[in-house]
T-cell receptor
Framework: ETGVTQTPRHLVMGMTNKKSLKCEQHLGHNAMYWYKQSAKKPLELMFV???????ENNSVPSRFSPECPNSSHLFLHLHTLQPEDSALYLCASSQSLMDEQFFGPGTRLTVL | AQSVTQPDIHITVSEGASLELRCNYS??????LFWYVQSPGQGLQLLLK??????LVQGIKGFEAEFKRSQSSFNLRKPSVHWSDAAEYFC?????????????FGKGTKLSVKP
């Protein structure tokens, strides 16, 4: 595997389910990010981790819970989501917070 | 607050024609600027970046962009568009010297290419 990978690529869940999104980067980067991409809205930064420490939480509702066990892996735990949370969730990584970000292919999430 | 404006939501050009996608930013200090491209169902791929130095930057796939501080612009250009360039293009600005890694993205410009 190379670059940034995300699993699953597609996820359908009910409002009462609990699921997790996984991101893995194979680039040796130190920073990782979660973004939300909704139709007709700009990409929204959700969380930033640098050397496994969360440095940014962009006023994200608590039903989204990130986890970064090491610099290569990033998770987004989901529970009690709303239909408006349906979106493409993109993971990215960068060598440092000052460098360009490399994106994964995204997870298309549908909340019923 | 910093912001990025891409005034064109959708542009259609003929294959072989030249292309210019506009991007304006609002930021008080020296920005670092990016253009990304996104094909349907895919993540974003970096086309080019400007951090400092030469204001005309070359990127992948034959794209270039010019940073104009006086106009707060970073327009993307390509002299001859190929059908495979059809995608959505995003301009982004980051805070130079910042510590949060916060990129602000524009809403994107969707490019369609006519045969």
């Amino acid at each position: 595997e190379t670059g940034v990978t995300q699993t699953p690529r597609h996820l359908v869940m009910g409002m009462t389910n609990k699921k997790s999104l996984k991101c893995e980067q194979h680039l040796g980067h130190n920073a990782m990010y979660w973004y939300k991409q909704s139709a007709k809205k700009p990409l929204e930064l959700m969380f930033v981790y640098n050397f496994k420490e969360q440095t940014e939480n962009n006023s994200v509702p608590s039903r989204f819970s990130p986890e970064c066990p090491n610099s290569s892996h990033l998770f987004l735990h989901l529970h009690t989501l709303q239909p408006e949370d349906s979106a493409l969730y993109l993971c990215a990584s960068s060598q440092s917070l000052m460098d360009e970000q490399f994106f994964g292919p995204g997870t298309r999430l549908t909340v019923l | 607050a910093q912001s990025v404006t891409q005034p064109d939501i959708h542009i259609t050009v003929s294959e072989g024609a030249s292309l210019e996608l506009r991007c304006n930013y609002s930021y008080g200090a020296t920005p670092y600027l990016f253009w990304y491209v996104q094909s349907p169902g895919q993540g974003l791929q970096l086309l080019l970046k400007y951090f400092s130095g030469d204001t005309l930057v070359q990127g992948i796939k034959g794209f270039e962009a010019e940073f104009k501080r006086s106009q707060s612009s970073f327009n993307l250009r390509k002299p001859s568009v190929h059908w495979s360039d059809a995608a959505e293009y995003f301009c982004a600005v980051g805070m130079y010297g910042g510590s949060q890694g916060n990129l602000i993205f524009g809403k994107g410009t969707k490019l369609s290419v006519k045969p």
